[in-house]
Every structure is written in C-alpha cells, then in structure tokens.
C-alpha cells in the first residue's frame, strides 16, 4: 500500500483519532532516539521507560478508536494519556531543564481544536498538572516557588493559545459547515436543474410530437370547414377545409378578416333580431355578436347558415358554434366547425318533388274512387244491401285517411319548397281553439279519455284560422292517441306579456327524452308510439310546427315516458292599434 492510500485510509471529513495521534507519536520516537543518543540528559530511566509506554498506549487506543468508530466519544483520552506521557518524560530528562517540554503544544491543540469552550480548560487543567507535577516531585524547596511561577506562567501563556486555537477551530467550522452547505444546495440545484432539463427536454418532444400530430389531423379536415376567431370575431385559425370550401388561403383570412364578413347580412340580422340584439362580445358588431350569442352563455349551438364564398357564390351549411377557453375557464374566441348541406339540401328537394309528384298523381284516381264509391252508395235504381254498405263504408273510411294522407304530404312538399301561403287576418285564438276541442270530443269519448278545457280569452293574433286550427287539431289529437284510456287531455288558452300561449299536456305514456330533439323530423315516430301501436305517419307535428313558424312562434314540448307530455305553441299578440287599423281597413 502506497503511503499516499495509507494517509486516505487514515483522512475522514473529521480527521482521525490515528491521524491526530501520528505527530505526537513521531516526535516522541525523536526524542527517545535523542535520549539514546544522549543519555547523559536522562535524570530518571523509569520515567522515560514510563513515558514511552504511555505514548504507546496512547498510540495503540489510537488506532482502535479508529477502527471502532462506535466508541469515537473516548477519543480525548488520547491526549489525556499524552499529557501524561510528556510530564513523565520531562521528569526523567531533567525537570524545568528538559528539551522536550515543546511537545505539549500537540495535546493542547488537539484539546483546543475540539468544539466547545470547555475542551479550554481541559486543556489548562492538563497542561498545569504536566508543568507542576515534575517540579513538586524533584525540586528543592528554595528554588520551587520561582519554578512554580514559571510553570505557572506556562500554563497561562498555553492556555491563552488554547483559546484562540479553540475560536479559530470554531470559526473554521462555521466556514467549513457554510462551504458544505453551499456545496449541497449547489449539488441540489444541479440536480434540481438536470431533472428540469431532462423534464423540459421531455416536454418538448411530446410538444414537438402534438404538434406534428395536430398539424397532421388539422391538415386532414378536409371536408369540414374549422374556423377559430378571438373574441372580436377576428380570424385566427383557418384549416385546409375552410380553404376548400370558402376558396381562400389561410394566408388571406387569418388576422386580415372576420369571420361573419363570410355570412350573409340579413341571416345575421335575422338572427341579432330574434335574440333580441344581444350585445355579446362587442356591441360594434351585432351580427357577430348574435353570431355566437348562445355559444358566448355556455352552450354550444348547431343551425343552418349560408356562407358566401370568396369568388360570391353561396352553399348552404351546418354550423357548430362552441367557446375556446383558456387554462383558467375564461372564453378566449369561438370555434366554428361547418358541413356543406349542399348535398343534402339537393336530396330533400328531390324527395319533396318526388312526394309532390306522387302526391298529385295519387290525388286525382283517389279523388276517382270516391265519388264513385258515393254514387254507388246514393244509387236508388239498385239498392245496397247492409253488408254491402258496410263494405262500402270501410272503402270511403280507407280512402279518406289516404286523401288526408296525402293532403299532409302535399303540405310538407310545399313548406320545404317555400311554397307555403298563409292567409292571414286579425282574430282571436279562442273561437279556434274551441271548434278543435268540440272536433275532438267523439274520440276521446271513444278512446275514454277526458278532456278538460281550460280557455282564458288570450288576446288577438294575426293568422291564418284553418291553418291554426289545423295545428291545433293535430296537437290535441295525438294528445288523445298516446293517452291511455282513463286518462286525462288538457288543453289551455291564456295569454302573457305580446304572447298568446295554446298549450295541450297529456296523462299519457310520454316521449323518451333522447328522443325529443327529433319529435318535429319528417316520418319520425316515437318508440313508444311504435311499441303501443299507435296509428300515424309521423307528419302531424312537422305540419304543426311548420304553421307555427310560419306565423312567428315558438313550438315546444316537455315530456317523461310512463308521465305524460307538454305541448306548447306560442304565437305573437297583435298589439291594440293595429288591430283597429285592420278593422278600419275591413
């Protein structure tokens, strides 16, 4: 083993007790090497012999203190045992007159560089006992008091380096425990930073992917147009879709244009007008703000609107409008995500030509067969017996559910293509309503339904009364179809603030609520009307709603399956004067 890994071995952040021993053990070798040489200094063979042993002792607890860190607490009877070793030594080399009294400074350090102050007077105490004891055992009585003050000058003169040995230990502990300190916080922080780098090194790759991703899902959406606009209606993001299908780039739109300069004006005012004018994001701009109205308060909104390409040519879409939010919920823009209806639209006016189309040609031979089927029933030249009137009967009931039949689809085909006239005059709703109830009284007595009215003269409404009167047979008629017998049909008139409210609610088996959004679809039936075979086609609340909106109003619908359902058609009163001015004018 080399001496430089022997002295590692040896070395520990807090020097060894083997270490601190190593100098004392040294020189006190020298010196017994000098007595031998010069044994005319010796005064006392035994107490060299004793002091040699000593150090030994010392040297050898030394080592076990070093090697048994456990039991490192009796490291100071080390230098307690040199102490002794060097009094014993100065006894037997001449007292006062010894030329080894030096070696004392290497316990005292090892006493003062202990921490805490009292390791001082550990170190006076000893260094007292090694100067006085030698003297009070050899001395003669005239000369031991000057031998006293000397050795008690000695004592002071050590103890006073002691201390300041003891403050300059302490100091560098201080220093050393700040530098360790420092070392860790700066071991932390580096730690601390590569983890960070590592993190960030991380995120960026996952960023640098999500990017690559979105770039390629974005660049994929192709047959919808997605828009994103800032709460202004600027345009800030624009994808490949909506470049196809508004033919413009990106590079054109995108912080140069608003997204409503791609709708047309009088939708915009359409809607801004139905809203009422909501002042939304900015009051500068109504038709954006009515743009985004419903998306603005929460929900997202789905209708048909019509863009204006760049070139002005116009198509039809389906128009989803939802908020972006950033990472505190707060609205930051809107996201605009349209369908081309193009298609679709060129589909339902096929059919609807198609439904008009068999419709008329249905129409005439049915029409046909039931004026014969009257003429053989009016016949006087060739009586009909009953059977054969029964049988008759059963045609011309057939035949007439197929003309109605055919009536609605005539209906429909002429609102889908526009088509639809409305003779309007001012009237009051209650006469209406009333002549529907009084129609449907034979079926629910029938079907043994009760039906409660409930009719508060509402005001006068603007409209057209078979149409009306149309909307509300079919309301109260499916109201009787779904009830249940022993049920209960209500059917209610009152009026509200510029409002005339019919509402029609039922006792019967209700509409599942997922299927409520398409109660008012062409053809469409409830489950539960197909589950209880309840006779329709699924037109008569299209055509109602159709007359509705057709005269300014609302229709809507609350229902639970196994409770019952809650029609409700709302149209706009006709305000006092200008109902004289048309009674003025008739």
Known sequence: ????????????????????????????????????????SV?????????????????????????ISTIAKFALLVPALDLVAIGFLRFGTGEGLSNF??????????????????????????????????????????????????????????????????????????????????????????????????QLAES????????????????????????????????????PGAA???????DRVEDKRHVDEFHLAHELEDRARELNYPAGATVLNPGFSALVEEARLGSAEVREWTYRRADGTELPVELSVT???????????????????????????????????????????????????????????????????????????????????????????????????????????SPIVSAAVDSA??????????????????????????RLGQACDNLISNAIKFTPAGGTVTVSLHGEAHKVIVTVSDTGMGIPESEIDQLFSRFFRASTATRNAVPGVGLGLTITKAIVTAHGGQMSVRSEEGVGTNFSMTLPLEQPARVRSADLAQ
């Open 244 to 250: 196809l299908m508004l033919r413009i780039g990106a």
């Open 101 to 198: 009294s030096a070696l004392i400074i290497l316990p005292i350090i090892w006493f003062a560089a202990e921490e805490g102050r009292e390791h001082i007077w550990f170190a006076f105490i000893g260094t007292a006992i090694v100067l006085i004891f030698p003297s009070v055992a050899g001395l003669s009585d005239s000369s031991a008091l000057s031998v006293l003050l000397r050795a008690a000058f000695s004592a002071a003169v050590f103890t006073i380096a002691a201390a300041v040995i003891n403050e300059l230990s302490r100091q560098a502990r201080l220093r050393l425990s700040s530098v360790r300190r420092l070392a860790e916080e700066r071991r932390s922080a580096l730690e601390s930073n590569e983890r960070r780098t590592n």
């Open 43 to 67: 005064t006392s063979v035994a107490s060299v012999v004793a002091a040699t042993v000593a150090v030994v002792v010392a040297t050898v607890l030394a080592g076990v203190l070093t090697a």
């Open 323 to 429: 908020a972006r939010l950033d990472d505190d919920g707060e609205t930051v823009g809107y996201l605009f995500v349209a369908h081309d209806r193009t298609k679709a639209h060129e589909v339902a006016k096929l059919k609807d030509d198609f439904v008009g189309l068999i419709s008329h040609e249905l129409r005439t031979p049915l029409s046909s067969i039931l004026g014969y089927l009257e003429l053989m029933r009016d016949d006087d030249d060739e009586e009909l017996t009953d059977t054969q009137l029964q049988y008759l009967g059963v045609a011309e009931r057939n035949a007439n559910r197929l003309l109605v039949l055919i009536g609605d689809l005539l209906f429909t085909a002429q609102v889908e293509s526009g088509k639809f006239n409305l003779e309007q005059h001012v009237q009051s709703m």
């Open 204 to 239: 960026e790759a996952s960023l640098r992917q999500a990017q690559r991703m979105f770039r390629g899902l974005w660049g994929a959406v192709t047959e919808q147009a997605v828009i994103g606009t800032d709460l202004t209606g600027m345009i800030d993001a624009w994808n």
């Open 1 to 40: 083993m080399t001496l430089t890994a022997a002295v590692n071995r040896l070395a520990t952040p807090n020097p060894s007790p083997l270490l601190k021993q190593a100098p004392m053990t040294i020189l006190f070798g020298a010196a017994v090497v000098i007595v031998a040489v010069n044994p005319g």
């Open 441 to 466: 009284r034979p079926a629910a007595v029938r079907a043994g339904v009760t039906l409660v009215v409930e009719i508060v003269d509402g005001g006068m409404v603007r409209g057209d009364s078979v």
